[in-house]
Each structure stands twice: as C-alpha cells, then as structure tokens.
C-alpha cells in the first residue's frame, strides 16, 4: 500500500489550540489571547459560530435571571452585543444601561441574523489577535500518555501537526477529548430539523412594519425541545456516529420536502437549510466535578454565574464550577461549551445555550493562559488562580 502523504508536516506550535470555532471557541481562543497566550483557533467549515449561526439558531437566549438581575457578562455579553451590531435587533433598551430597572418581561436576550453574526465573528477574533484556520479538520489528539502534545488535522494543505502547551475542545460533540481518552457520555435527542423561510405573508408584513427580526421563520418538521413532534416509533438520537448523521440530515431534508410539497412553490422560499445537525447534546465529558444547575448552590472554584433560560427557570441562579471544564487524569485537556461535564437534564439543557457555551469557553481559555503562565497541569491551580480566571458578576 503506498502511504505517502499521511505522515503529518509539522505546521507550528501554540500555547493554546482551540479546537472548534463555535460561540465557546470562539470566546475560549479569544480570552486566551487576551491573555496574552499564542492562540490557535481550528474550524472544520468556513464560517463561525457553530450551531449558533451554520445550524440557524437565531435567538440568543437571556444574559439575565428573567427578574432584571444580569447574570452573566464577559465576551457572553460582548458577543450578544456583535450579534446585533450590523443587524436587526430586538434587545430591549432597558439593558443599554446598567438593567438595574428591567421590568421582568423584558429579558437580555435578543434575535439575531445568523449570516451577519457569522460574518461579523470573523473580524471578532482576528482583531483580538487569535490565528484562525477555517476548512480544517482536526482528526487526532497526540497523546503521551495523558498528556496532549498537539492535534493532527486535515485540510487541503494535507495532513499537519500542530504544536500545544494546552488543547481546548470546543467540537460541540467532544470528539477530540473523547478520542484522547476521556470519558465521555452521549447525549439523547428528539429528532429536530429548522430551516429558515420566509413567504408572502412574512413578505408584507415586513413592508408593512419594517422589522427584519419577524421576516424570516423557523420551519421545524420534527420536534420542539420537549420531544412535541417527534416521529413516532423513532429512536432518540445521539449524533455520534457518520451513518446516524447522515440519516438524520437526509431524513430532515425529506421531510421538509414532504412539508413544502404542499404550498404554492410560488409563495414561500426555504432561505437557508442548516450544515449541520441540530442536535442538541451529542457528548459530553465526564469531569472532575459535574453541573447539576441547582438554584443557589456555591462552588469554592466557579468560574462564574448564570440564569435558567427555561419558561420555569425565572428567577435561578446557579453557579458553574471549574471542574465541570476538565477530566482530573488530563493535565491539559480543558472543554468549553456544550461539552462540559453536565448530567443529561437540568445541567446540560442550561449549559447547552449561547450565553453558558460563551462564559465556559472564556474561562477555559483564561484557565489555559494561566496554566501556561505557571508552567502547571489544570489540576494544579489554587482557588486563588480560579478567582483570577473567574468571569465576574456586578450582582
Ligand atoms: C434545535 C436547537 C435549538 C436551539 N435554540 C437555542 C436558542 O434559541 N438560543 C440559544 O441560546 N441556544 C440555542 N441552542 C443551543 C446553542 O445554539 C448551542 O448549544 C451552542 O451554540 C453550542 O455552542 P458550542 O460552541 O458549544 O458548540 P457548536 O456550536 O456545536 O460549535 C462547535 C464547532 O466546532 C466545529 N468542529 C467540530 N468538530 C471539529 C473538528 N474535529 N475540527 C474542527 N472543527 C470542528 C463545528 O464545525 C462547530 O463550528 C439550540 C440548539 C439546538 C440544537
């Protein structure tokens, strides 16, 4: 068998690699180079922003706990800032200021125009000064033992090594720490499938108001969040596999088909259908410590706050521990996002949204510059590091 081209070209070295340019990459490789780390941040599609832009979520869920108390703030807040800066909006005005006086219907939360986000992220972290590598699958972690040296990845320059002091994943299904050995657990999934469409209703309407934010609508053929909706007699879904992937993307696509085969194909168009699967939780890692998002409880080591976006979650406040970021055996393997280590319901349905995936991937890139400032494994850092790297809440 001729192998030539499959040993991988030493590329380059970074002290962070990010792996996985979704809202928690994005934040994780930025706050890391604020950090003053060399920061790498890898993307297999071409775009930002993950299943926050490419798989057509446009609603960033709230920055507050529902009775005008801001929970969160950091990049979460400076992203949900960037989602609407040369776009529509509907973010209400009360939270230009400080929100002290938010009326309670009146959450920090906002729609957003997925394309716009996307492109806007761009600028977003070269600005900040992290290095960006869109079109590249990253494919293995190089392991020594439990330490990570670097990722292999490919791309049409060939097979490459990358060089790392620390590896964040940020793959929104694990898949790097997973192949690096740490335990993980799949998620369980209705079957959801959203295009965007819009028609002449939506049409004049938007001539009538002038509001973008309504224009365009989800077209879910599958299931609401509850599990409303889902085929009857089908498994739940992982995502873990090729072939399930595949099934469930073509399954999504006949169905919005067999949905669209009943309209006027003069009187409605499908804007965009997602890349990639709107799977909510696919995998996450089994940490050091897990979230349970249990109203009032403190961690010595939480890396921040945040509220409960659910209709009866008004009100909670949880705090998220560090060691929800890390497998106690892996001196340098930090996840970000919806990967982190939160038991099927509460803790992962919470840790899942926009706001959590940013304020986890900021600490876990403030948690690798500091790792790499000491010369220590993740294991290593003292509450007095964790206080450092902790997004600060002005409750
Ligand atoms: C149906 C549905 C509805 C939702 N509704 C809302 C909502 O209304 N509001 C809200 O706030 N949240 C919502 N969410 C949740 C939220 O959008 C996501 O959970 C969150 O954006 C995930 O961010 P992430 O960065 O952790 O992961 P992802 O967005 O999954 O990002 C992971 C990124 O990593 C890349 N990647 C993966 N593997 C590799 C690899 N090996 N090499 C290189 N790149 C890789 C992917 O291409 C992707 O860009 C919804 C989710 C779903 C599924």
Same mark, same amino acid.
């Given at each position: 068998m001729d192998m030539r081209g499959m040993e991988p070209i030493f590329k380059g070295s970074y002290d962070v690699i990010v792996i996985g340019g979704g809202i928690a990459g994005v934040a994780a490789s930025v706050s890391a180079a604020r950090a003053g780390a060399s920061s790498l941040l890898i993307e297999k599609s071409c775009n930002l922003g993950g299943l926050a832009t490419g798989g057509l979520i446009s609603w960033y869920e709230p920055l507050c706990d529902g009775e005008g108390t801001q929970m969160i703030y950091g990049i979460a807040e400076e992203l949900i800032r960037l989602s609407v800066k040369y776009g529509f909006e509907n973010l209400p005005k009360c939270w230009d200021g400080d929100g002290k006086n938010a009326p309670r219907n009146q959450r920090y939360s906002t729609f957003y125009s997925p394309g716009v986000f996307s492109a806007a992220l761009d600028g977003y972290v070269l600005e900040n000064g992290v290095d960006l590598r869109f079109d590249t699958l990253t494919t293995y972690p190089v392991m020594e033992g439990t330490l990570c040296k670097g990722v292999v990845c490919e791309s049409i320059n060939g097979r490459e090594y990358f060089q790392a002091k620390v590896v964040i994943d940020a793959t929104g299904d694990a898949s790097l720490m997973h192949r690096a050995g740490v335990p993980t657990v799949s998620g369980k999934n209705f079957m959801t499938y959203i295009a965007h469409y819009c028609d002449m209703e939506l049409a004049e309407q938007l001539c009538k108001d002038s509001d973008f934010s309504a224009f365009r609508k989800w077209m879910n053929t599958g299931s609401d969040m509850f599990g409303?909706?889902?085929?009857?007699?089908m498994d739940l879904l992982t995502g873990i596999t090729a072939e399930e992937i595949t099934a469930y993307m073509t399954e999504g696509k006949k169905s919005l088909i067999q949905r669209i085969s009943?309209?006027?194909?003069?009187?409605? /168009?499908?804007m965009t259908i997602p890349t990639?699967?709107?799977?909510?939780?696919?995998r996450r890692i089994v940490g050091a410590c897990d979230f349970n998002a249990i109203d009032g409880e403190t961690y010595p080591d939480a890396i921040g706050d945040c509220g409960d976006?659910?209709?009866?979650?008004?009100?909670k406040h949880y705090q998220i521990p560090f060691g929800a970021l890390y497998n106690e055996n892996f001196p340098n393997l930090l996840a970000a996002g919806r990967i982190i280590s939160s038991p099927q319901g509460d803790g992962w349905e919470v840790a899942r949204v926009i706001p959590t995936c940013a304020l986890t991937g900021e600490a876990a890139g403030k948690a690798a510059a500091v790792c790499i400032q000491k010369n220590?494994?993740?294991? /290593?850092?003292t509450e007095q590091d964790i206080k450092k790297i902790r997004i600060p809440n002005k409750m």
């Open positions: 409303k909706g889902h085929p009857e007699g009943q309209k006027d194909k003069h009187s409605f /168009d499908i990639m699967p709107q799977l909510r939780t696919i976006f659910r209709p009866d979650g008004t009100g220590c494994r993740i294991t /290593d850092l």
